[in-house]
């Protein structure tokens, strides 16, 4: 361990701080981490561990969504410019304008957004339990926003649903290429396909099995498979190689890693530490409205 992440490790403990990482951040935070998980698995966490102070090490809505489901910790993010498009790729005026066409639409919100839209979504949504919440809906009707890919996945596998897709998407999954991926596939016929269901129609549909970061790596590990192709950001091959020793992971391409979860380094882990900043901050008001929709996955998940 390096001399930035002692300091961490040390400063945490006296600060009674719980370090939380996503998979997709440098693997130098993931090692120094109390947890490392996908983002319903790090959501669950922030709230059942008792320690009062977070430090977020993700895209600055897991950290948002930390703080409105713990009004009473204090949630740190070390860099706010930790920014994921997606999450800004659909509006107010898109849900009202949807409202007004259906009496019983239901707007699901993949956590993938900012709070002012969780605001005035029904039920928020992970990448891992959103087949199991929109099946669970009364509503024949959803919009599903921002992620038009993950919606496509939903609406596969819940053909009874009327689903309405939204044009959001993440440049990083959207960008690993099919005939890449074809290509690398006849390289490695052995290799399993395993892709997160943020990539586009082409590659999900060459995928042997589709799920979030953690079952993905769930997947590879249970896999009596000796060899994976991974479609998603590379931090996951931190947990995958981890876990597996004598697997191997191969990727489509170089760019699959997310701009905006490779800012987080560990000087601003340790600054974020030292300093108590920067805290995600929520007015009151909009905290309200958009812990309901958490609150209702976290039960309809359950
Ligand atoms: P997971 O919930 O699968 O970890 O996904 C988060 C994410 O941002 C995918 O791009
Ligand atoms: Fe957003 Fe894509 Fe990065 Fe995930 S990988 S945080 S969806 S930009």
Do not use: W
């Not at 370090?19 to 440098?26: C, E, G, K, M, S």
């Not at 190689?241 to 987080?264: A, I």
């Amino acid at each position: 361990m390096d001399k930035t992440a002692e300091e961490i490790r040390a400063l945490a403990k006296e600060k009674d701080a719980l370090i939380l990482a996503h998979y997709y951040v440098d693997e130098k935070i993931q090692e120094i981490a109390d947890f490392v998980g996908d983002s319903y698995a790090l959501a669950k966490k922030a709230i059942s561990d008792p320690r009062k102070t977070i430090v977020f090490c993700g895209v600055t809505f897991m950290g948002e969504s930390a703080s409105i489901l713990n009004p009473d910790k204090t949630v740190l993010v070390p860099d706010l410019d930790s920014v994921c498009p997606m999450a800004l790729m659909v509006n107010k005026k898109d849900i009202e304008d949807m409202r007004a066409k259906y009496d019983d639409l239901a707007v699901v919100c993949y956590i993938n957004s900012m709070a002012d839209v969780k605001a005035l979504s029904d039920v928020c949504v992970t990448s891992s339990n959103a087949l199991k919440i929109v099946k669970s809906l009364p509503n024949k009707n959803i919009f599903f926003i921002p992620d038009g890919n993950l919606g496509r996945f939903v609406a596969r596998e819940i053909p009874e649903k009327n689903i309405i897709l939204n044009k959001g998407y993440c440049h990083v999954h959207t960008e690993i290429s099919p005939k890449a991926l074809e290509a690398l596939s006849d390289e490695h016929p052995e290799a399993e396909i395993l892709a997160h269901p943020e990539c586009n129609e082409e590659v999900s549909a060459m995928a042997d099995y589709l799920g979030s970061t953690k079952e993905i790596i769930e997947y590879a590990t249970a896999s009596d498979k000796k060899e994976f192709i991974i479609c998603t950001e590379n931090g996951v091959n931190y947990e995958l190689k981890k876990q597996n020793p004598g697997k191997t992971f191969y990727y489509v391409s170089q760019n699959q890693e997310c701009p905006n979860m490779k800012r987080l380094t560990l000087q601003k882990v340790l600054n974020c530490l030292k300093t108590k900043s920067p805290e995600i901050r929520v007015s009151k008001e909009l905290r309200t409205a958009a812990l309901k929709p958490l609150e209702k996955m976290l039960e309809l998940a359950k």
